[in-house]
């Protein structure tokens, strides 16, 4: 079998059967570690989880969680995996924790959306403070709502596709396309059915993601924490993504983890976002404890406007999809390989830089944080 084959699974029952197995090896290693699966939904769906504190002084813990984004989950997973056959035995159970989730959305995970049954995306649905959210949060999101919004059933793709170019254009000529990149960063909090919904209250996996977090914070001195997602960033490479609240600044943080990709964003720009979120949680309630938290991407459609296109053009047909369903089944099918093109893609190339890529992120950070030891 080859190596990408072991690691990235093509269905969620097949991931999480595998991410249930590391426990036997990990339990080599911390002999008190435990799984935990907390059904979420409607469906036969489960967050799982497997954790362990430290065999003698809980001084930090590595975290990894995975699939906020439901079908980023698939990449998430064979990160985990290859960090158990990989990594594991650099790490000193003594005064190391160990926390690793599999699939917070696991309904996305199962049927390849990014989004929870609820069409929320998670990472728009911890808000800290409520007071923090703008009173016109969904006003760039209403102007644009020709386009956000899904109408009616999906007849003739290439007019659809058509017909979002043209706005796009248009509205990178006019202010309209900076509207178009806020109502993404902000999320939408309004409209159900349209894409970036952030909800209109907490998640069951949100819930359930906090009380981690704040467990985490509460028993050891430090806390590590990579979450693991796909597609933003130069095709086949891993970028880091990191909240300001973090304190240092892009170069810093290039020459201190020896990182190429690297980007930092505020509270002002996205809301919502759950590394964000622990952040403040810690500054706020664990002030004493340190945190290292960053979400970690693998690159598919790459930057530029031409990916920044293609990139809004397949999460709003997947949406309009989803909602209205289209006539044909050609049409339908070129939608849904598009939509894995961006988020979990067949290519050889790009499953084999998951797992290079993922090697070069995990080393990084966890020899730079000493939680690795060779
Ligand atoms: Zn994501």
């Known amino acids: 079998m080859i190596e990408t084959d072991i690691y990235l699974k093509s269905t969620y029952e097949e991931s999480r059967e595998s991410f249930r197995s590391h426990l036997d090896k990990i339990k080599e290693k911390w002999p008190n570690a435990v799984i935990t699966s907390k059904s979420i939904g409607k469906e036969e769906n489960t967050i799982d989880m497997i954790y362990a504190e430290a065999l003698t002084t809980n001084k930090q813990v590595l975290f990894f969680t995975t699939g906020e984004h439901g ?21 000193d159970p003594h005064t190391t ?22 069409n929320v995306d998670l990472n728009r649905n911890y808000i800290y403070d409520k007071q923090s959210v703008p009173k016109d949060i969904n006003e760039n999101y209403s102007k644009e709502s020709d386009l956000f919004l899904p109408n009616g059933k999906i007849n003739d793709l290439q007019q659809e596709k058509r017909k979002l170019y043209t706005q796009l254009s248009k509205a990178l000529v006019t202010t309209g396309y900076d509207g178009i990149k806020k109502a993404k960063g902000m999320g939408q909090f ?17 819930t359930f993601l906090k009380s981690i977090q704040k467990k985490l914070l509460a028993n050891f001195n430090r806390v590590i924490h990579m979450d693991w997602h796909t597609a933003l960033g130069p095709s086949n490479e891993i ?50 404890t340190e945190l290292f938290s960053a979400l970690f991407e693998f690159g598919t459609f790459g930057t530029g406007k031409k990916a920044e296109f293609r ?10 999809l989803y909602w209205e369903g289209a006539s044909n089944e050609e049409d339908r099918e ?10 979990y893609p067949d290519n050889p190339h790009w499953r084999e830089s998951v797992i290079t890529e993922a090697r070069l992120g995990i080393e990084a950070i966890l020899s730079t944080e000493k939680i690795l030891h060779k």
Not at 248 to 264: A, C, G, H, M, P
Not at 334 to 343: C, R, T, V
Request: aromatic share 14%.
């Open 190 to 206: 309004e409209f159900e059915r349209g894409v970036y919904f952030g909800g209109r209250r907490e998640e069951p996996s949100t």
């Open 334 to 343: 070129w939608i849904l390989n598009e939509f894995k093109e961006m988020f």
């Open 97 to 118: 924790g160990i926390c690793l989730i599999h699939a917070l959305n696991p309904w996305g995970m199962r049927h390849f959306r990014r989004v929870t049954e609820n």
């Open 311 to 320: 990139e809004f053009q397949t999460i709003v047909l997947e949406n309009h």
């Open 239 to 288: 970028t880091m993504v990191i909240s300001n609240l973090d304190q240092r600044d892009e170069d810093e943080l290039k020459s201190y983890y020896q990182l190429k990709n690297i980007q930092l964003f505020t509270g002002e720009k996205v809301k919502g976002d759950s590394t964000h979120y622990f952040h403040k949680v810690k500054t706020e309630e664990f002030p004493d």
């Open 71 to 91: 079908i980023e989950g698939y990449a998430g997973a064979g990160v985990i995996h290859l960090f158990v056959e990989e990594y594991l035995d650099q790490i």
